[in-house]
């Protein structure tokens, strides 16, 4: 299945700050260095009600990232955005009755908590697998500190949760340059390399309850009443997961994709779809490009196609161009891909 984030994150941006700009001024950084290119450079800092758009919390987490470079930042900004309770989305989920249905609210209210584009998730045994993938347009082996922050996040809700992650098992980017924190590599059961992001969950553990969840219901009940309100107005949320559906299912049965007939699809003009598209600060190209990235490792998962097979299979007329585009998408040749994708788990 896959769901796409796209209204403001509104339930984690201002509870990130609580936690982000003294974590930061500890270690000398001001709060003008993390909003620098963003619209929160010109507001009041701290403030009940920002406003903030998709791209600006992107780029207030990479500066975060650039500003300060210790590995060890996601851990304790995960941890503390957990342990404060300043978000009601990681209330609701922290007092979820067990560990699927944390995952399954982590899932319906995305779009208000984590900046991703888009997820994958799928079983995969006797484990629940877990893909997170980069914003559209970006470089799909290349790993931004939303992600970073996103694993962070499923770690620390797990423990509170008394989830044994030591079971859990990470796959982390071939193209990654960035250090882990060392409590994830003491936590987890296991870190290996790979194309994407990517977590694998035991099945069983979806099943488990949360020791004394029962006396947490108020405050559930209250948090989860306030996540609806706020689904309830995210904007464009039902076309740009109608756009990447289409879009994934035209490429998998090798059919025509145009922005004409997409635009068709939805019932909008091709420049009303170009300006939905904008808003999130996206393009048609960017959707297409996500999806056969997409596709393409879903390929090389089921088979050891050849350049010339994959190529057909992905829409295009040229092998070199599908090889070029491959390279420009994960950093590596479709070979190197082919050799690196073994399941992790038989």
């Not at 503390?80 to 990681?90: A, N, R, T």
């Not at 509170?160 to 590599?185: D, G, I, K, N, T």
Request: glycine share 4%.
């Amino acid at each position: 299945m896959v769901w796409h984030a796209v209204n403001q994150p509104r339930l984690l941006v201002n509870p990130l700050l609580h936690s982000l700009l003294p974590l930061a001024q500890r270690r000398g950084v001001l709060p003008p260095q993390l909003v620098r290119k963003t619209s929160l450079a010109k507001q009041t800092l701290p403030a009940s009600n920002l406003r903030v758009s998709p791209q600006d919390w992107w780029q207030l987490l990479q500066n975060a990232q650039q500003a300060l470079p210790n590995s060890e930042l996601w851990q304790l900004l995960s941890e503390d955005l957990i342990q404060q309770s300043y978000s009601p989305l990681l209330t609701a989920v922290t007092s979820a009755p067990t560990w699927g249905q944390a995952l399954h609210w982590l899932k319906r209210y995305q779009s208000l908590l984590l900046p991703l584009e888009f997820a994958l998730t799928e079983r995969h045994g006797d484990f629940l697998k877990l893909t997170l993938l980069p914003r559209l347009g970006e470089r799909l082996g290349a790993l931004a500190a939303p992600q970073l922050l996103a694993v962070g996040v499923l770690i620390n809700l797990a423990r509170a949760h008394q989830v044994a992650v030591s079971e859990w098992h990470l796959s982390w980017p071939l193209a990654a340059e960035v250090a882990l924190p060392s409590a994830w590599h003491k936590w987890l059961g296991s870190i290996h390399t790979g194309p994407l992001l990517t977590l694998h969950l035991p099945w069983q553990q979806l099943s488990q309850a949360k020791p004394g969840g029962a006396d947490e219901q108020p405050a559930l009940a209250q948090a989860l009443s306030f996540c609806q309100l706020q689904h309830q107005h995210a904007r464009y949320q039902s076309l740009l997961e109608q756009v990447l559906r289409w879009l994934l299912v035209r490429i998998s049965q090798q059919q025509t994709v145009s922005i004409e007939l997409l635009a068709q699809h939805c019932n909008l003009s091709v420049s009303s779809l170009k300006r939905a598209l904008a808003h999130h600060g996206s393009h048609y190209q960017s959707c297409v490009d996500s999806v056969r990235q997409l596709r393409l490792l879903q390929l090389l998962q089921q088979h050891p196609y050849n350049n010339t097979e994959l190529a057909q299979l992905l829409g295009y007329a040229n092998p070199n161009n599908f090889r070029r585009a491959c390279k420009r998408w994960l950093g590596v040749c479709p070979d190197h891909i082919r050799a690196n994708l073994q399941p992790l788990f038989s």
